[in-house]
């Protein structure tokens, strides 16, 4: 009876490893495989039966010198479980890696996260495309939540007020500007949340060198559902 519960156990644990999506490795001391469930057959590209008992570095040479080495050896001698994504150059993955010492050797997750890098690739050079733009343009440009607390400023809009990020980001205009000034930007701002739409207005705007005529353009931000979640500017010098 105790045998056969033992095979029932062992049965159930089988089956949760087998319809995971991640990948389990299982290995000895001697970097043997030990097990790897369905998800390790078909990540490793061969039959259960050409892996186990292969030893790690035979069967992924490529592995040898780089980071994710390190950090195998490192969980396996010093008994310690490590995290670590890494990238296959070969087939252009990243995966992220979870090492934890077992009784037997070193037990191993690993998780395809390459459609999650690919996106927050995309984000980045995004952030950078939008970066660039702020940084280089003319006008002051900025975004505020919808409680008016400035989120970012452009250069321009520090150097044209005569201000610094410390003193503009996260205060309203009412902390930032003198209060006949402050209530013309709050004015701007309540016109564009309330059509949902830019709006663009022509203002005599105090600048740090004297008074300037500007045209804002203000707009609403929308999040991923479709609701607005912030609200952004440039302000245009057109004095000249």
């Known amino acids: 009876r105790a045998e056969e519960s ?15 999506a991640e990948t389990y490795l299982l290995f000895d001391r001697q970097w043997r495989y030990l097990y790897v469930n369905e998800a390790s057959v078909r990540a490793l590209g061969r039959p259960r039966e050409q892996i186990l008992g ?15 080495e390190r950090q195998y050896r490192r969980a396996m001698d010093e008994r310690v479980s490590v995290a670590s ?3 296959y150059q070969t087939l252009d993955t990243w995966w992220e890696i979870r090492f ?16 999650r890098k690919t996106a927050q690739e995309l984000i980045r050079k ?6 660039a733009f702020m940084n280089n343009s003319p006008s002051a440009m900025f975004i505020k939540d919808l409680e008016g607390r400035y989120l970012h400023v452009n250069p321009q809009f520090l150097r044209s007020f005569g201000l610094n990020q410390q003193s ?35 203002q005599t705007t105090i600048f ?20 607005i979640t912030a609200l952004g500017g440039i302000r245009t010098d057109i004095t000249e």
């Open 85 to 87: 994504d890494f990238h």
């Open 100 to 115: 934890y010492p077992a009784p037997e050797g070193l037990a191993v997750f690993a998780t395809d996260v390459t459609a």
């Open 54 to 68: 292969r030893i790690l570095w035979d069967l992924h040479p490529y592995i040898l010198g780089t980071e994710l």
């Open 6 to 20: 033992m095979h029932q156990a062992q049965a159930r644990t089988e089956s949760v490893l087998n319809s995971m």
């Open 208 to 227: 740090a060198d004297g008074v300037h005529t500007t045209i804002v353009c203000n707009f609403p931000i929308a999040g991923a559902e479709g609701k």
């Open 168 to 202: 503009v980001l996260s205060h309203t205009d009412t902390e930032i500007f003198p209060p006949a000034q402050a209530a013309q930007f709050r004015a701007s701002d309540a016109r564009a949340l309330e059509t949902g739409a830019p709006v663009e207005i022509e």
């Open 126 to 131: 995004s952030e950078a495309l939008l970066q």
